[in-house]
């Protein structure tokens, strides 16, 4: 009985660790990709799918295409600066003034971005352009909780 226990125990065990290299392994890959696209590929990318969704006009299409463009190159370079801020995370830990900062210009760029695209928008769009953010953001904090509860 003890000996089928202890098999039936490094299974579990086993197929654990696997399950935890897999989903590391699909983040690395993730981060990967998203090094790999130009800034303008991303904005592109991004432009389409919110053609498909909110069916946008040609005008509508290029004033998105600047702002996503624009939004993509502060992402790369944020990306860039987070990579070397980690690089160094190891000899010093991030203040939480600078914690602050960082969430305050987040903050400040979303609330930008949802202004120029009321601006962009007509009423119809923007409801589901917000409709679709919120589900974006909702979706974001499940598999960060997720994460964070390991399951």
């Known amino acids: 009985m ?7 125990l490094a299974l579990v065990t086993i197929q654990m660790s696997a399950q ?11 981060t990967e990709k998203m090094q790999s696209y130009t800034p303008e590929e991303m904005a592109e990318l ?4 919110l053609t498909l969704d909110l069916d946008l006009t040609e005008v509508q299409q290029k004033q998105v295409m600047a702002l996503n463009l624009e939004g993509a190159k502060e992402r790369k370079a944020m990306m ?3 990579q070397e ?9 991030v203040s939480k003034d600078n914690k602050l900062k960082m969430k305050n ?8 971005m949802k202004a120029k695209m009321k601006e962009i928008l007509n009423d119809e769009q923007y409801a ?9 953001m909702e979706k ?4 960060r909780k997720q994460k964070k509860h390991g399951k």
Do not use: V, Y
């Not at 290299?21 to 890959?29: A, D, F, S």
């Not at 917000?130 to 974006?136: D, G, N, S, T, V």
């Open 46 to 49: 991004q432009t389409k799918k």
């Open 20 to 30: 935890d290299k897999k989903q590391m392994h699909k983040k690395g890959e993730r």
């Open 105 to 112: 210009d987040k903050l400040d760029k979303q609330i930008a």
């Open 2 to 8: 003890k000996k089928i226990f202890l098999i039936a």
């Open 140 to 143: 974001g904090r499940n598999s």
């Open 128 to 136: 589901k352009w917000e409709k679709l953010q919120k589900e974006r």
């Open 80 to 82: 860039e600066k987070r």
């Open 85 to 93: 801020l980690q690089k160094e995370k190891e000899a010093k830990s």
